[in-house]
């Protein structure tokens, strides 16, 4: 009986030493074609920084996480903003999971010099709000 139960021991820890294993050997396999590690993040095209996460059951799943700013490449997670420049951009997910940069406004558009040559030559700015 005491055989039995440690051969039972025995084989259960040699069960979950082997899903451990799978689980650290299993990859994300990106449709780029090629295959990233747990945690392991990558530039997807210039625009998207991607990551692989894999679970404890072995399943994997590749996530956008952050935008790349096309001029400085700045990394700018999602849901976060970051002035660079003059410009502010915004890293955000739309309802359907889709991740898009925004140019959420410019700091040239609100400085005073710009707001009196757009009145002085355009004519068509109404007073700004400075």
């Known amino acids: 009986m005491a055989n039995s139960m440690l051969l039972l021991l025995v084989g259960a820890v040699a069960v979950l030493l082997a899903a451990k294993q799978s689980n650290a050997e299993a990859m994300c396999q990106h449709s780029d074609g090629n295959s990233y590690r747990n945690g392991e993040e990558w530039t997807q095209g210039r625009s998207f920084i991607m990551r692989c996460t894999v679970s404890n059951g072995g399943n994997w799943k590749t996530e956008v996480v952050a935008c790349i700013e096309p001029m400085s490449e700045s990394r700018i997670p999602i849901g976060q903003s970051r002035v660079?420049?003059?410009?502010?951009w915004k890293c955000q997910m739309n309802s359907g999971g889709a991740v898009t940069l925004v140019q959420v406004s410019s700091l040239l558009i609100h400085t005073p010099a710009i707001h009196l040559h757009r009145r002085k030559?355009?004519?068509?700015?109404?007073e700004c709000q400075v």
Do not use: C, S, V
């Open 84 to 88: 660079i420049g003059n410009d502010e």
């Open 121 to 126: 030559y355009l004519g068509n700015e109404p």
